[in-house]
């Protein structure tokens, strides 16, 4: 890379490249050791676009095993990477468009009227008894409706969290994006996934409660994106290992409601006091 953020751009994609190559290769090939650059992954093209120019694109053209014979194919890796928040937004095997999404999300701070804004319901609802002018759409969904699918998921979340890792890892699989913001550092699905089962094994009995007028649920409704806080009542128990610790903890929680089904995007969480 020529130019600083694009050194900068490689060191963050290549950390989490080999994870996200391991998440989805297939079983009978094998990613070819004879690649050059940080980490063993090598990004030899960066793209820019005008219309995210905040945004850039770093692609790398790799060689992968086919065959016992010593056969290859070549692909290309896409990582997208955002300069100024300095964080890793996707990992694609294919030429990625940016969604909507994303591009409100990421764009310049000086384009306020592209970025992804969370208003309290109080304010959205303010805004709502405007008459509706002609040509306006009004097909974006209720306030309180975006609010009402947030707080089930979340209660969903935390009655899933207190299952066994048989039921608690296939419904994680379903629920959150290929790449997460996950307590401060962009980790790939795969990565939070088995941090996730180390924790259900480690803490085999688990109970979460919220604390009642805690959460809050701020949303964009244009991209239907929900940000959920809130104070839990946890504790967790290892009989094998006679240990238990409880206490209280706050989240955080950004979740994208634009699927079919809802895909944490963030997730953070803290211990506020123990027991």
């Known amino acids: 890379m020529n130019d600083h953020f694009g050194s ?14 391991r998440s989805v290769a297939v079983n009978d090939f094998a990613w070819d050791d004879d690649t050059k650059g940080f980490l063993g992954v090598r990004f030899d093209k960066i793209n820019r676009q005008s ?11 790799r060689a992968k095993l086919s065959n016992t014979f010593g056969a290859f194919r070549h692909i290309e890796l896409y990582c997208s990477y955002h300069v100024l928040q300095k964080k890793v937004l996707s990992y694609s095997l294919t030429n990625p468009l940016l969604l ?7 764009e310049s701070p000086q384009n306020s009227s592209r970025s992804i804004e969370f208003k309290s319901q ?4 303010t805004k709502d008894e405007t008459p509706a002018t002609e040509g306006t759409n ?14 089930a998921f979340i209660s969903e979340y935390y009655n899933v969290a207190a299952q066994n890792p048989e039921q608690a890892i296939p419904w994680m ?19 939070i996934l088995d941090q996730k089962r180390d924790y259900l094994t480690r803490w085999p009995d688990r109970s979460y409660k919220l604390v009642p007028g805690t959460a809050t ?16 009542q946890f504790e967790v128990r290892s009989p ?19 699927n079919s089904v809802p895909l944490i995007m963030s997730e953070n969480s803290r211990v506020l006091s123990r027991e």
Do not use: W
């Open 122 to 125: 109080d304010e959205q609802s």
């Open 51 to 61: 219309e995210a120019p905040y945004v850039i694109t770093l692609i790398s053209t």
């Open 100 to 106: 909507k999404a994303e591009l409100n999300n990421f």
């Open 8 to 21: 900068e751009a490689e060191s963050r994609c290549s950390a989490g490249a080999n994870d996200y190559l």
């Open 217 to 232: 649920n701020t949303c964009d409704r244009t991209n239907m994106i929900c940000r959920s806080t809130g104070t839990l």
């Open 173 to 191: 699989i379903d629920h959150y994006t290929q790449t997460v913001d996950f307590f401060g550092k962009s980790l790939s699905k795969k990565t």
């Open 240 to 258: 094998s290992r006679g240990a238990l610790s409880r206490g209280l903890a706050s989240f955080v929680l950004t979740i994208d409601f634009s």
């Open 138 to 151: 009004t097909e974006q969904p209720a306030p309180d409706d975006l609010k009402t699918r947030a707080e």
